[in-house]
Nanobody, 120 residues
Framework: QVQLVESGGGLVQPGGSLRLSCAAS????????MRWYRQAPGKVREFVAH????????YYADSVKGRFTISRDNAKNTMYLQMSSLAPEDTAVYYC?????????????WGQGTQVTVSS
């Protein structure tokens, strides 16, 4: 069974920072591209950033470019999202997903989400 678990969300003031983590666990051989998405109340889920397995290629949504940094530690099967200069419009549930090669399948898995609230 493969699981993705996000952590690190919480309440932060405008202009503050948070670091989210997404850890993959279970029985699998490789974790390939990993991504962050977010969903604000009443809005559709939107792409935030992705990072390939080697970490050399990253891509960001325009709304977070220059403020958020995605990274990963393959030894820990964990991805991070360092968020800075947070604004109220960054308030959302943040989800990670990842393309994972398990024993007999290759599929995309989702985490359960972690709430980020930016408010004074």
């Amino acid at each position: 069974q493969v699981q993705l678990v996000e952590s690190g969300g919480g309440l932060v003031q405008p202009g503050g920072s948070l670091r989210l983590s997404c850890a993959a666990s279970g029985s699998f051989s490789s974790v390939y591209t990993m991504r962050w998405y977010r969903q604000a109340p009443g809005k559709v889920r939107e792409f935030v950033a992705h990072i390939v397995r080697e970490g050399a290629v990253t891509y960001y949504a325009d709304s977070v470019k220059g403020r958020f940094t995605i990274s990963r530690d393959n030894a820990k099967n964990t991805m991070y999202l360092q968020m800075s200069s947070l604004a109220p419009e960054d308030t959302a549930v943040y989800y990670c997903n990842a393309d994972i090669q398990a024993s007999i399948s290759f599929k995309t898995y989702w985490g359960q989400g972690t709430q980020v609230t930016v408010s004074s």
